[in-house]
T-cell receptor, first 113, second 111 residues
Framework: EADIYQTPRYLVIGTGKKITLECSQT?????MYWYQQDPGMELHLIHY???????EKGDLSSESTVSRIRTEHFPLTLESARPSHTSQYLC????????????FGSGTRLTVV | KQEVTQIPAALSVPEGENLVLNCSFT??????LQWFRQDPGKGLTSLLL?????REQTSGRLNASLDKSSGRSTLYIAASQPGDSATYLC??????????FGEGTQLTVNP
């Protein structure tokens, strides 16, 4: 049973639209992450947060933005979607003590047409 | 900069075979190492987590070992089944709570 939830599972949207990908976790983890993964390729960290009101950019430059107003919620927003944003977006969380490792959501597969 | 390498990139075996997947990392200053499974188009499922002070972890038919000093980990799968077919990813956590992933081993188990 998943403790971290991503919605929508699939999204097809037109160029120029604003979209928000949702990620919520019920484990009380302070640390949350967004990864981007193209089919058959590596995962790249695009954003992370160590707690409420904390957000940082990851290793891969991204035009997306994130917010962390509540511990359990870490949404990712694209102000103006482009075909180059077509990818899978994976959300993850981890506990501060590193006892349980990382838990990933099922992902959102985004297609921008 | 931490680099993680997984060998082989792809593996095809008949059902019932025991197999070993390899993972190596360049910086031994890790907090833990985690093995994941990813089915096509899906998210990652955690299989095993090994803390830096541990040498191995077991779950069912899976056994993962860690040799931090040499920068190596192996994932052993016993009596493989077609349902084991997936991509297996190794990831190490370093300072700053950053996960570095390998490129994965794509496993196919043939009935």
């Amino acid at each position: 049973e998943a403790d971290i939830y991503q919605t929508p599972r699939y999204l097809v949207i037109g160029t120029g639209k604003k979209i928000t990908l949702e990620c919520s976790q019920t484990m009380g983890h302070d640390k949350m992450y967004w990864y981007q993964q193209d089919p058959g390729m590596e995962l790249h960290l695009i954003h992370y947060s160590y707690g409420v009101n904390s957000t940082e950019k990851g290793d891969l430059s991204s035009e997306s933005t994130v917010s962390r107003i509540r511990t359990e919620h870490f949404p990712l927003t694209l102000e103006s979607a482009r075909p180059s944003h077509t990818s899978q977006y994976l959300c993850a969380s981890s506990d501060a003590g590193r006892y349980y490792g990382y838990t990933f959501g099922s992902g959102t597969r985004l297609t921008v047409v | 900069k931490q680099e993680v390498t997984q060998i082989p990139a792809a593996l095809s075996v008949p059902e019932g075979e025991n197999l070993v997947l390899n993972c190596s990392f360049t910086d031994s200053a890790i907090y833990n190492l985690q093995w994941f499974r990813q089915d096509p188009g899906k998210g990652l499922t955690s299989l095993l987590l090994i803390q830096s002070s541990q040498r191995e972890q077991t779950s069912g038919r899976l056994n993962a070992s860690l040799d931090k000093s040499s920068g190596r980990s192996t994932l052993y799968i016993a009596a493989s089944q077609p349902g084991d077919s997936a991509t297996y990813l190794c990831a190490v956590e370093t300072s700053g709570s950053r996960l570095t992933f390998g490129e994965g081993t794509q496993l196919t188990v043939n009935p």
